[in-house]
């Protein structure tokens, strides 16, 4: 049975190619990472209760965090597409609700099943490769408001290109497999 990885580049094509500058962060932003620790936690089915539990993040569950995991490319992809549309970045980080917009989010995928949730997460992941790979090589030179550790923009520090910005884009996704990795340690425990 192939992988969900191999499901969605058979639905979308291979992994789009970014431009060179950003080939390193394409490598540290692969789901192979994320996907592989899914498949040593187990499925739903398996796992039922485990998925249920209160994850490290306050008021989510493992499935929560896991649909955030999922749908957690949307404010990446909006700086990508506010560039590529010649938008303004002040304006669209000005626009932010993420705490709102996350748990929107997550409880729109309050029912999907963990197959689900995976085969998202790397459909998203490959959207996001592709808007990568429109990029003109100018745009990587723009300028972002950074985003500290609960996500809110951050006026007061210093501002980072587009190009920082995505090279560091992986850390959302290893912050929060530390988090879903916990449930390994609960899966031991059933």
Not at 53 to 65: F, M, R
């Amino acid at each position: 049975m192939p992988s969900i990885v191999e499901l969605v580049l058979k639905e979308r094509g291979a992994w789009p190619p970014v431009p060179p500058a950003l080939a390193d962060a394409q490598r540290r932003m692969m789901p192979y990472p994320v996907m592989n620790l899914l498949d040593r936690i187990g499925s739903e089915e398996a796992l039922e209760d485990v998925w249920a539990e209160p994850s490290p993040v306050p008021g989510w569950t493992y499935h929560n965090l896991l649909a955030h995991i999922a749908s957690g490319d949307w404010v990446c992809q909006g700086v990508l597409r506010t560039v590529l549309a010649g938008g303004s970045l002040d304006a669209f980080v000005a626009g932010l609700d993420l705490d709102a917009r996350n748990a929107a989010l997550v409880a729109e995928r309050r029912d999907a099943s963990v197959a689900t949730l995976a085969h998202e997460y790397v459909s998203m992941r490959w959207e996001t490769f592709h808007l990568m790979s429109r990029l003109p090589p100018e745009a990587l030179r723009e300028t972002v408001i950074p985003w500290d550790g609960r996500h809110a923009a951050r006026p007061d520090r210093e501002r980072q290109t587009l190009q920082e910005y995505l090279e560091g884009f992986w850390r959302h996704d290893a912050h929060h497999a530390a988090q879903l990795e916990t449930a390994l340690a609960r899966r031991e425990e059933t």
